[in-house]
């Protein structure tokens, strides 16, 4: 049995197209794994004014950090979380 040219193209193209169709049909399955950003939040000790930042390495807790804007007196990280990339928050 001989192969000619045009049965051999079309025999490629229909390959390479089930396999592009497959690989698609494979990525769509895949659920896209979130990014996430680190945040914490400070509160100041005495008019409880709140401000989050991007958490730098070494901040605990219970660690004071900084001066409020509004009064002057020590801020405090209250918490430290993590929120998706994609999502916007106030």
Do not use: W
């Not at 002057?72 to 979380?81: E, F, M, N, Q, V």
Request: overall charge positive; hydrophobic content about 35%.
């Amino acid at each position: 049995m001989t192969l000619d040219l045009e049965t051999i193209v079309l025999l490629i193209t229909i390959s390479a197209v089930t396999l592009l169709i497959m690989t698609l049909m494979e990525l769509r399955k895949q659920p896209k794994k979130p990014e996430y950003e680190t945040i914490e939040l400070l509160e100041c000790i005495q008019c409880r004014y709140r401000l989050e930042r991007p958490f730098e390495p070494g901040d605990f807790i219970s660690m004071y950090k900084g001066k409020c804007p509004k009064c002057g007196s020590p801020l405090r990280i209250k918490a430290i979380y993590n929120v998706e990339k994609s999502f916007k928050h106030p």
